[in-house]
């Protein structure tokens, strides 16, 4: 089995910085893409930036310049550097990985549970 648990989330004020951590355990032979995902209260779940294991990045535009995505393959954790804080930010934050159990099977989509970002004004 594989687990995601992220750290790293809390209360911090506009223009504040935070920087989101996900550590994967478990037994597997490698971990594809990673990505950050966000909800806010009554929103739908929205893609926020992801990293393949090359290192190749995208974001989302609301983010783009503020945010940066890294990931230590080694280590088998990504990060979500959060910079320039918005109102508009608060929302739980998720992380997700394509990992894969075995080179003979397709990657498997895993999400972590969450941790909170609030950003106030």
């Known amino acids: 089995q594989v687990q995601l648990v992220e750290s790293g989330g809390g209360l911090v004020q506009v223009g504040g910085s935070l920087r989101l951590s996900c550590a994967a355990s478990?037994?597997?032979?490698?971990?594809?893409?990673m990505r950050w995902y966000r909800q806010a209260p009554g929103m739908q779940r929205e893609l926020v930036a992801g990293?393949?294991?090359?290192?190749?990045?995208n974001y989302a535009d609301s983010v783009k310049g503020r945010f940066t995505i890294s990931r230590d393959n080694a280590k088998k954790t990504v990060h979500l550097q959060m910079n320039t804080l918005k109102p508009e930010d608060t929302a739980v934050y998720y992380c997700?990985?394509?990992?894969?159990?075995?080179?003979?099977?397709?990657?498997?989509?895993?999400w972590g549970q969450g941790t909170q970002v609030t950003v106030s004004s």
């Open positions: 997700n990985a394509d990992v894969k159990q075995s080179y003979v099977i397709p990657s498997y989509t895993y």
């Open positions: 478990g037994t597997f032979c490698s971990i594809e893409t």
């Open positions: 990293i393949k294991n090359g290192g190749s990045t």
